[in-house]
């Protein structure tokens, strides 16, 4: 009896964070246009979805000391580096830590709604984050 009550708990556990990573969106290379595209475009389909994305740290003057764009460099063709453009989420950070431009992260978070220069944006709030040597993808 022990046992298959172990099993059916294992179980359990199992199918809940099967359907917890189902719920939350992990950026690839295939996937990172798409994604930012449509979620500045449906911004409410995507608040209170989870994300986790890499990327470094781009942060321009106007932005709020917790606010900088998570980003990548972006080329459609890349055969042509000169085609290449930053392109990123705009992010919130939740932690303690002041970020510099150009560090390498990867972050776990929510899609929220905010505003920047009065325009309606997605806004991923992060309270979970990790340095990786790896600035792409």
Do not use: M, W
Request: charged letters at 15%.
């Amino acid at each position: 009896l022990f046992i298959l009550t172990t099993i059916l708990i294992i179980g359990i556990i199992s199918i809940y964070n099967y359907i917890s990573q189902k719920n939350t969106i992990i950026i690839t290379p295939n996937n990172y246009i798409e994604i930012l595209d449509d979620s500045h475009e449906f911004i409410d389909n995507y608040v209170g979805k989870k994300i986790i994305l890499s990327g470094y740290v781009y942060i321009l003057p106007e932005f709020s000391e917790n606010h900088f764009v998570l980003a990548q460099n972006v080329s459609l063709d890349p055969s042509s580096p000169s085609t290449a453009f930053i392109a990123g989420f705009l992010c919130e950070n939740g932690t303690n830590y002041q970020f510099s431009s150009n560090e390498t992260i990867k972050i776990k978070g929510t899609f929220t709604k905010g505003t920047f220069n009065n325009l309606d944006y997605p806004i991923i709030y992060f309270e979970e984050y990790s340095f990786t040597p790896y600035r792409q993808l």
